[in-house]
């Protein structure tokens, strides 16, 4: 379970409590729930060899990207714009982190192109429909067509986003059986600031529907 969209450090250590494989910290102005570096520095700190710490950045330049890496020890980086294939590579070869590639899915050919990446993980997130939500890269509490991902070809290990809730996390493993669950806005109380009730009802949610080990890479 990556939990995403962490900008304090009593969220961050209920989640790593709770099982979390991965902590995201999200680096975009436009987004509610921005990280201060400030912020990230305590929670990178207090997380370090505990949980996967992920670095999420919409079109951020490169050297930004390598010297928030190198600051905060990110060991994984989210690219959840406009990226190209070259630059996640690049990504990959300055920072040592590994890199995961998003994308926003309204059709069958947004998974299909995903399969130019050769990233260490696939995020596939719903893309906003509302338009008051337009131009959100992620957090819009919305789902996609789960069906979509049977369009997908790649090995590449996947995390399923999107408007992931306790009620509906289980229906979204067994139909797409991903490596892992990302939720951000689902289980919070306020952008940002999440609802301790919430976060404790996904886990258990998702860990009473984890695919039998073997399954698209084991574990959600």
Same mark, same amino acid.
């Given at each position: 379970m990556k939990i995403c969209g962490v900008t304090n450090l009593p969220d961050a250590e209920l989640a790593v409590e709770l099982g979390a494989w991965a902590v995201g910290l999200i680096f975009h102005a436009e987004s509610p729930r921005s990280c201060s570096l400030e912020q990230a520095r305590g929670i990178a700190a207090a997380l370090r060899r505990r949980v996967e710490v992920c670095g999420v950045y919409v079109n951020a330049p490169l050297e930004e990207i390598e010297h928030d890496a190198d600051e905060l020890g990110l060991t994984m980086i989210q690219l959840h714009g406009e990226e190209g294939p070259s630059f996640c590579a690049e990504v990959r070869r300055r920072t040592g982190a590994r890199v995961i590639k998003a994308a926003q899915v309204a059709g069958p050919g947004d998974v299909r192109d995903l399969e130019r990446f050769h990233t260490d993980f696939h995020l596939l997130d719903a893309r906003a429909r509302a338009t008051e939500r337009? #131009?959100?890269? #992620? %957090?819009? #509490?919305?789902?996609?067509?789960? %069906?979509?991902?049977?369009e997908r070809r790649s090995t590449v290990p996947l995390i399923l986003s999107g408007g992931l809730r306790p009620e509906n996390v289980a229906e979204a493993i067994a139909a797409t059986k991903p490596y892992a669950v990302d939720s951000a806005s689902a289980t919070e109380a306020s952008p940002g600031h999440k609802d301790p009730e919430r976060l404790r009802a996904f886990f258990a949610a998702v860990k009473h529907a984890r695919p039998q080990d073997g399954e698209n890479g084991g574990r959600a």
């Open positions: 337009q #131009g959100l890269r #992620g %957090g819009t #509490g919305e789902t996609f067509d789960w %069906g979509l991902v049977a």
